[in-house]
Each structure stands twice: as C-alpha cells, then as structure tokens.
C-alpha cells in the first residue's frame, strides 16, 4: 500500500494547479495544523493494563471547527489519519458546510474487546483528547466500527471532564442523548441521492441496473436498501470475510438481519420470522470487485483498487462510499478508459451533512423531525452534485477533479480573505 497520506497530497497539488489556485493556499493545506497522538490505557477484564495508540488531526480549520470520525481498526496509522482529515477538509467545503476537515483512531481490533474494554477504551480516547476536541474546535463522529453508543460514552467522558453538557462536541450520538433523526442513514442516503441523479443525466433503468457493493456496514447496507427499493439488483455484497453474489438479487433487510442476529453474511430471504438460504455463490472481496456490474459500490476500506488488480475492474461506473477506495495510480487507468466515478468527497458526504444538522441542533436545542432532515439532505446533496457536474462539463474534467475544484475554490477564498503575498507585497 502507497502512503495515503503522500497519496493525498499528491492528489490535491495536482488538482490545485488546474483548478488555479494561490500557491499560498496549497502550500497550507500540505500539512495538518495540529496532531495529536496518545496512549490509552485500558484496564482489561482480566485486570492488567493494556495501552492502545489514538491518534486525532484537526487537519484545516479556515472554514470553521473541524469535523470527522474516529475509526476503530488495527491498521489506523498517523498516515491514515492524516489523509482522512485532508478528504473531510475537501468534503466539507464543497458541501458548504462551516467546518474544516478533522479526522481520528485507534489502533485496535475491536472485535477482541468486550463491550466493558471498549466503553472503558472510548473514555481513555476522551480523556486523553478532551483538551484538543470541542463544540467550537473540533468535533468527532462515527467511521468504522465505532458507532452511536461510542458516541454517547465519549460525549459523557467530555461532559465529566468539563463539568457541562455538551452535546454539540460530537455527532452521531444515540437519539436520546442529542443525536439527530436521519443520522444512522445520512451516508447510504446521501450516496444513494447521487446515484439517483447521475441515473437521471445517464437515463438508467433501476430495473435493469445491476449492482455490487463492497461492506456491509452502516453505509453500505443504506446505500443497498434504498437502491433496491427504487428497483436496483444488488447482486452481491460482502464483508470483511468475504462475498455472496446472486444474479437474481439479494434482499438487503434480510441479509441485514441475519447478519445482526448470526454475525455472518448469510444469502437468506427472510419472511416474517422465517428465513431461507437462496441460490447463490460464495465470492472473495477481490472476486467481487472484478465482478461484470453495471454499478460497484466500495463501502468499506481505502485502497482496494489498485494498480495490481484495476485491469480486473469490469464495472462502467463507480460511486465510492468508502474514503479512497481507489488508490491515485489506478485511478489514471479507469479514466482512460472512460469509467464514471462518483468521488467519495461527493458519494459519501451525507454522514458529515447531517452530522452538520445534528451540531446545529444540539447548539440551538431545538430538534428536527425526520422529514426535514431528509429534506435538507436531499436540498445540500443535490446542491453539491450539480455543482460538480456543471463544472465537470464546463471545464471538462472528471468528477473528482470538478469536485476538488469546487472545494479548493471555496478554501481559497477564505484562506486569501486573510490576505496573501498578491495582498502584502503592496500591489492591492
Ligand atoms: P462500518 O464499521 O459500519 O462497516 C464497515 C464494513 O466494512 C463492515 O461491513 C466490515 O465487515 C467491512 N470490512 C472491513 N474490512 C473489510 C475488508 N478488508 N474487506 C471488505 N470489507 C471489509 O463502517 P461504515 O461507517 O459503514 O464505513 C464504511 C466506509 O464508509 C469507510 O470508508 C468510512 O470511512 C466511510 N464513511 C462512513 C461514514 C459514516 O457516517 N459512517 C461517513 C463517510 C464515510
């Protein structure tokens, strides 16, 4: 695997040069402005002490706070976290959201804890940031494997720390701790809203648009669930441990709800309480992503596509729901050969948008129902797509680089509101 993070920033001085932006504004987004890395003990129910690396960027703040999840994972790296925390500063600018791009981890396999080792995990993480995240600095959220009730544990932590409450210093919180409606769903959501209009440019026929998606977590299953009941055939998922693929198409609920209740990815349709196993094949992730589809969905981990096993790739249109799915090399090959892809700062920025209302509404401490969640979702993704096509088309480049280009546009005009060299050398 290439470092992500030189990968990032090859990506963005690149796009930088054509989009035209100052210098001086790519020079400040070439590395993070503040970093903090910790160890966290954890007391272990067998009562040593085991100490587990965390690790948080505040990657950009021109915008506004800075805004991004904490991942749970063995392969987090400073690397990794470093790249995320550019992605969401992108991100967040081209949603036009008042946030800058933060992002955090822990090295750990949480699989191997109990549910007491990752409470008492999640607070060591707390404590240990408490000092470098809040409301108005830099403001948390789930990614993978972590989840709503991590959230609520850490917003507690914060809370006995500071002795206040705080609902706004993290997003993704269970509802009745401050979450917002519509936030367990905003990624798939916000994907499957894009997909919905590049199938009205492209004229689709959901019926006859076969589907993959890679990840069966939470934004892969709301992505899958919503395109299935609009009429797609989502014709194989996966998980960390591998595939199911069917030509006649899964039932998303009932793989959801085997998985919840066995743990396994299991090919089951369910009615009522009853499930059975239905024609399928057992696939590998890398089975599935070569798979001939007309749509592949990566919903899980970075780098999956890369230049030893693009040339496998059959599908023609790619909406990336995971964060940097494709590595940079590879990317240059789908574009040669004319593949569509859905950039992630685009795909999958439903999660931060609603993140966004959830902060709103912790700071105001008035609620929204689920109608006007969706609705504003539906108003800031529509915004951001056309805004990227109507560039893609005008300036003529891809979707990634017509959304960067959005992005950088929007970080460059605050960064050079402060003034830059043109401003200081005297010639304004
Ligand atoms: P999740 O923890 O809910 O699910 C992760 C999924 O990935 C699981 O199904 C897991 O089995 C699968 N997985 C893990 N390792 C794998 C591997 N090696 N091969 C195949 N599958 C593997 O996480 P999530 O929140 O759904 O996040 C998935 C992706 O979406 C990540 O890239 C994340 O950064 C991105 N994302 C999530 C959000 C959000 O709000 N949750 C927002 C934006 C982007």
């Not at 009745?176 to 519509?182: E, F, H, K, V, Y």
């Given at each position: ?56 960027c ?5 915008l ?86 991590i ?63 890679q ?10 669930r ?18 199911i ?85 590879a ?40 109608p ?26 891809s ?30």
């Open positions: 695997m290439t470092d992500l993070f030189d990968d990032a920033l090859k990506r963005v001085r690149q796009l930088s040069d054509s989009a035209g932006i100052d210098p001086e504004v790519v020079e400040s987004l070439m590395q993070p402005k503040a970093m903090m890395k910790a160890a966290l003990p954890v007391r272990m129910d067998d009562g040593s002490t085991r100490y587990f690396t965390g690790y948080r505040r990657f950009n703040d021109v506004g706070p800075t805004k991004g999840g904490i991942r749970y994972h063995p392969q987090v790296s400073q690397a990794e976290v470093q790249a995320l925390a550019l992605w969401m500063t992108i991100k967040c600018a081209l949603l036009g959201l008042p946030f800058g791009g933060g992002k955090g981890g822990v090295v750990v396999n949480p699989k191997e804890l109990s549910p007491m080792e990752l409470e008492r995990l999640s607070r060591s993480y707390m404590r240990a940031m408490a000092d470098f995240v809040g409301p108005e600095v830099d403001i948390p959220a789930p990614d993978v494997y972590t989840n709503a009730r959230m609520g544990w850490m917003m507690d932590e914060y809370e006995a720390i500071r002795r206040l409450r705080a609902p706004g210093v993290i997003t993704g919180k269970p509802i009745p701790l401050g979450g917002s409606l519509g936030r367990d769903e905003a990624t798939g959501r916000g994907a499957y809203l894009c997909i919905r209009q590049l199938a009205e440019k492209r004229g689709w026929q959901p019926d006859q648009t076969r589907v993959a998606v990840g069966f977590g939470n934004a892969a299953y709301h992505v899958a919503l395109l299935q009941a609009d009429g797609y055939r989502i014709v194989a998922v996966s998980d960390s441990k591998g595939g693929h069917s030509e006649q198409g899964f039932d998303i609920d009932s793989l959801w709800k085997e998985k919840q209740s066995s743990r396994q990815m299991r090919a089951v349709y369910c009615e009522q309480s009853v499930c059975q196993l239905i024609e399928h094949r057992e696939i590998s992730n890398e089975e599935l992503l070569a798979l001939d589809v007309d749509l592949l969905i990566p919903a899980a981990l970075e780098e999956v596509i890369r230049a030893d096993n693009v040339d496998n790739v059959k599908a023609k249109t790619i909406v990336e729901v995971a964060n940097g799915p494709i590595a940079t090399e990317e240059a090959v789908l574009d040669a050969r004319g593949v569509t892809i859905v950039p992630d700062v685009l795909a999958n920025a439903g999660g931060v948008s609603v993140s966004y209302f959830e902060w709103v509404q912790n700071r105001s401490g008035f609620p929204w129902d689920l006007e969640v969706r609705d504003k979702l539906a108003q800031y993704m529509s915004r951001a797509f056309e805004q990227v096509w109507q560039i893609a088309e005008t300036e003529g480049l979707l990634r680089a017509a959304a960067y280009t959005a992005a950088l546009r929007r970080i460059s005009e605050a960064t050079t509101a402060h003034g830059t060299r043109e401003y200081f050398k005297g010639d304004n």
